[in-house]
């Protein structure tokens, strides 16, 4: 077992399953960029990244064009969820 | 001959093999352990040096293996071994593995993976994001059918004696799917409620995260989801099925086991009616389960699901023989009477008013007809749940003084902890090692109890240690009320004439389909297992609708499948897949304090909110990764399309000629610690950056994993676990140099304003094109710096710092800042095959590839005369390099079936 701070790939995957509901209600404010939702659930920029792509695999979420100036890009929810 | 080539593995030099051999009219079986052929060339991105899309080229090869009339795939199947026979062909055995999906009528729509409830990593993706339990392998899977990757029952699962999926519907509760949990729930067992508040839930002694952390609050998510349900439904939302199939059943008693089969008999279209002795339905739920445990509108409303489906109970009516029921007509019987009849000590006294046992205690209670117990002395006797219940009871109804005579120690009380513990928390003394001897009274009332010591001897036949009384220790004890909780017997004794029974008064049944002596009477729950747990009893509720069902059918019952022969995921192999499990506080039990809670029947536990709940099911391990929750089934449009009876298929196939064509592996980057694979996020695989760069990455372009920012600085790490001696694989592994070099030059496309510096040791482009492929990446920018990287660290700014020897220029250790890290890994044999074979038949050569005896001269052939080797299995190969091997091999199969001189 491992502290708190150094999760498992697979513990990280999994919580896209709790966490999808509340990326969906960040995105309703608009599109957001990774850091942005992170900041938003208070979680790890890593784990939202993982959970984001997630979503957007399973049609949940889609990226707003391309990467702004700062090398992000934005994310927004897709209406049918 | 079943086919004249067995392949094993359909990469890009299984199929070309297979092509080649159809084409000439060979038959061929290919075999693939994945689900899709393809192997690793349909992950890249581009082939080198003319960065054609591998998709493009791999695809129509693909569909070619599927089609042509000579080659039969067969993929989610595994080789177990190949035997080489006298006459010079071969005999294999194949497995195919369950994918619990038919895959003829499956259109791969996908539906089933955007509904599946379970995230794991996907290895598709190099475990850059997640894919489901239900999956399509990638979107240009051949064929393209969806799989469940479901490794046995989840331990949850296994240890629920009612078969209630735990698994799934607490992945559902995680995904707050609640109404869809409960429901659920409904298909295995329709006492939900109860069995949220009552069960003592074996599910929770073998969740895995129990051994680490805690258990999953498994009865608590249970209870959650059915609150949640029966406030938004008051009532049942389904009625009585429309199609009913003409046959009755009766089912004599209305406790768990009778509702259960009851309910799914109804289910099936059966017209039901239940015959009750008691006042009202419910058996032990209404009159053995104390209020304060079992709220008895919650057992009200679990009923209403049988009911609600047409089910008759007809309460306050006593059968005492079957005869009657078959001349009514009922096509079967289930006898479900339960085991109210408690046993008695056999002392003076007993018959005394003031003495009663805890059924009738308890059913008193129920009922509303309480005793008054105000400021008097209660004793109950007993050291089983049983007794704690009483005990329990008689304090909320005002008692002075509840004592529990046990004549064991606290070690030997069958009672669970926490029910003793709690009743200590609200005042029962326990007396250990005491027992009455005898009731006195007076004018046939109870006044007192003489009570003996007891010390501990031999074990008895149970194996606990036998109570041995104490001479002259014996004590008069003044009691109001004595409640014996010692024992409760099976309710079969009007039946005994009818039907077989035990020694010990349980019916004799066939364990498997409860199939008692007469035929066409069935019984399971207590008078069958003798007094047992709630979800026991729906477990044999279950079992006893399934097989009533098949009787009336007129099927076999020796070819029941209600119990599947599959697996229980080993809690062990969960731990060791997890590799690390950071620490979740488990979620605390909520209870009322003790002082709060012996005033009143309130219910004791209360129940989790839903952030505690979802927090809670989101601790669960996903133990046999698919969880059962069925939302693939819901979510699929072809009616029987999924399907989780399906077990592996086995079959032997003869063949003429085999050819070994397993691939490679890839160096597993945790073993060089020092580049931070895995601990560094932003230092990825060059596996991963080819799935990053294909048109079917994982992300919408070249991200850091760390946070989603397009990078401006990477860096490729070459030789990582190649050429190194601390890798313990000396080898050059050819392909990485040139795939770098792709991947820099797509990157440059990609993300024009991107600096891609790549670390050598020295550059290996042989190929025809290859050194002008990696003249073009310097003159396109691409930096190349001939050094060796010691190390990789995460700099404050979360940005990465190569350490590396600057080898070319002025020398010395030196740093580098880069955003982004692939690690250039090598490819290292795959020693599966080398084991398919007996005795160790199949030669390695130093390097653990399959070795091919005179490589030079006779390329392909193994050390088994008739086995060849194709591709990658034999060394590391580009793809043309891969394609021409696997043409050879064809080549040497075709000349060695010809020569042999029989065709399938």
């Known amino acids: 077992m491992s502290d708190a701070g150094e999760r498992y790939l697979g513990e990280v995957l999994r919580d896209e399953m709790i966490m999808k509901d509340s990326i969906l209600a960040v995105l309703e404010e608009g599109p957001k960029t990774v850091p942005e939702i992170a900041l938003a659930l208070n979680a790890s920029e890593y784990d939202t990244m993982l959970w984001v792509m997630g979503m957007r695999r399973y049609e949940m979420v889609i990226e707003v064009g391309g990467a702004k100036g700062d090398g992000y890009c934005q994310y927004r929810a897709i209406k049918a969820h | 001959m079943d086919y004249d080539v067995l392949i094993i593995g359909a990469g890009i030099a299984g199929m070309e093999a297979a092509l080649s051999l159809g084409n000439m009219g060979f038959k061929v079986l290919l075999v693939e352990k994945e689900a899709s052929i393809g192997g690793k060339m349909i992950l890249l991105s581009k082939v080198f040096p003319t960065l054609d899309c591998a998709s493009c080229i791999s695809t129509p090869k693909m569909a070619d293996v599927a089609h042509h009339p000579n080659v039969t795939l067969q993929v989610y199947s595994e080789v177990e071994g ?374 501990l001897g031999e074990p008895d036949e149970s194996g606990r240690r036998s109570p041995v009384p104490q001479k002259g220790s014996e004590e008069i004890v003044p009691v109001d009320l004595v409640v014996l909780a010692i024992g409760l017997k099976p309710s079969t004794s009007p039946f005994a004439h009818e039907l077989e029974t035990n020694k010990n008064g349980t019916l004799k049944v066939n364990s498997h389909t409860l199939e008692t002596s007469d035929p066409r009477v069935f019984a399971g729950g207590d008078v069958v297992t003798g007094p047992s747990m709630i979800a026991q009893a729906i477990g044999q509720g279950n079992r006893a609708a399934h097989h009533i069902d098949m009787y009336l059918r007129g099927e076999d019952l020796s070819l029941s499948r209600f119990d599947l022969p599959i697996p229980t995921v080993e809690k062990k192999d969960v731990l060791m897949r997890a590799k690390s499990i950071s620490f979740r506080k488990p979620t605390d039990k909520k209870e009322l304090e003790p002082s709060e809670r012996c005033r009143s029947f309130s219910e004791i536990e209360q129940p989790f909110t839903k952030e505690e709940i979802r927090y809670g099911a989101g601790r669960c391990l996903d133990c046999a990764v698919c969880s059962e929750c069925e939302a693939c089934i819901r979510a699929c449009p072809v009616e029987d399309c999924i399907r989780f009876d399906m077990l592996p298929e086995r079959r032997e196939v003869t063949v003429g000629s085999v050819i070994v064509a397993t691939g490679y592996d890839l160096f597993n980057v945790e073993k060089k610690p020092q580049y931070g694979s895995g601990r560094l996020k932003n230092v990825i695989t060059g596996m991963q950056m080819d799935r990053l760069l294909a048109p079917t990455r994982p992300f919408n372009t070249v991200l850091r994993p760390s946070d989603g920012k397009e990078p401006d600085n990477i860096a490729y790490v070459l030789c990582t676990g190649s050429r190194d001696q601390t890798a313990d694989n000396t080898l050059c592994s050819r392909v990485c140099c040139m795939y770098s070099i792709k991947q820099a030059q797509l990157i440059m496309g990609a993300l024009p304003l991107a600096d891609i510096t790549i670390y050598y040791i020295d550059i290996r482009a042989f190929g025809k094109g290859y050194d002008e492929f990696y003249e073009q990446a310097k003159a396109m920018g691409v930096y190349f710096v001939k050094g060796k990287v010691a190390k990789v660290e995460e700099a404050e700014d979360g940005n990465m710092t190569v350490f590396y020897e600057d080898m070319a220029n002025s020398g010395g250790l030196k740093t580098a800042t880069h955003d982004l890290v692939v690690l250039s890994v090598g490819l290292l044999p795959n020693r599966e095959a080398l084991g398919l074979f007996p005795d160790q038949m199949l030669k390695a050569d130093d390097f653990h590839y399959v070795a091919e005896v005179e490589e030079d001269i006779d390329p392909g052939r193994t050390s088994i005369a008739g086995v060849f080797v194709a591709g990658t299995a034999s060394g590391a190969r580009d793809i043309p390099d891969s394609i021409l091997h696997a043409g050879a091999a064809a080549a040497q199969a075709a000349a060695y079936i010809e020569n042999l001189g029989v065709r399938s």
Request: proline share 6%; hydrophobic share 40%; glycine share 10%.
């Open chain 2, 82 to 455: 190949v035997d080489p026979l006298a006459d010079g062909s071969f005999r294999a055995k194949v497995v195919k593995k369950p994918t619990y999906v038919n895959a003829d009528l499956c259109t791969g729509c996908g539906l089933c993976e955007t509904a599946c409830t379970v995230a794991v990593a996907d290895e598709f993706n190099a475990g850059l994001v997640a894919r489901r339990a239900a999956h399509i392998p990638f979107p240009q899977a051949i064929p393209k059918k969806a799989v469940i990757d479901r490794r046995g029952f989840s331990p949850c699962h296994h240890s629920c004696p009612a078969g209630v999926r735990a698994h799934g519907y607490i992945s559902l509760v995680r995904s707050g799917r609640y109404e869809e949990a409960f429901n659920l729930h409904m298909e295995d067992a329709p006492l939900v409620g109860s069995l949220a508040r009552a069960c003592y839930a074996p599910c929770e002694e073998e969740c895995t995260r129990g051994s680490v952390d805690g258990t999953i609050p498994i009865r608590g998510i249970k209870r959650f989801m059915s609150d949640y349900y029966y406030e938004r439904h008051p009532e049942p939302e389904y009625g009585v099925p429309e199609k009913k199939n003409g046959r009755k059943v009766a089912v004599i008693g209305a406790g768990p086991a009778g509702l259960t089969a009851a309910y799914q008999l109804a289910r099936k279209g059966y017209t039901v009616k239940i015959f009750e002795e008691a006042p009202e339905a419910g058996g032990m739920l209404r009159i053995g389960i104390p209020s304060y445990r079992l709220p008895k509108d919650v057992v009200d409303r679990d009923i209403a699901n049988v009911t609600a489906l047409g089910v008759e109970i007809e309460t306050r009516h006593e059968i005492s023989s079957i005869e009657p029921l078959k001349e009514q007509g009922y096509d079967a019987v289930f006898l479900a009477a339960g085991a109210v009849e408690a046993r008695t000590m056999g002392v003076e006294g007993e018959d005394l008013e003031g003495v009663m046992d805890c059924m009738e205690f308890l059913r008193e209670v129920n009922i509303g007809r309480a005793p008054d117990l105000e400021g008097k002395t209660v004793m109950v006797v007993g050291g089983g749940n049983s007794a704690i219940d009483p005990a329990r009871v008689a304090i909320r109804l005002g008692a002075e003084k509840v004592l529990i005579q046990y004549r064991r120690s606290r070690a030997e009380m069958p009672a669970h902890s926490w029910e003793i513990e709690g009743a200590e928390e609200e005042g029962v003394e326990l007396q250990l090692l005491r027992v009455p001897v005898r009731f006195i009274g007076k004018d046939g009332k109870l006044e007192a109890a003489e009570c003996i010591s007891m010390k």
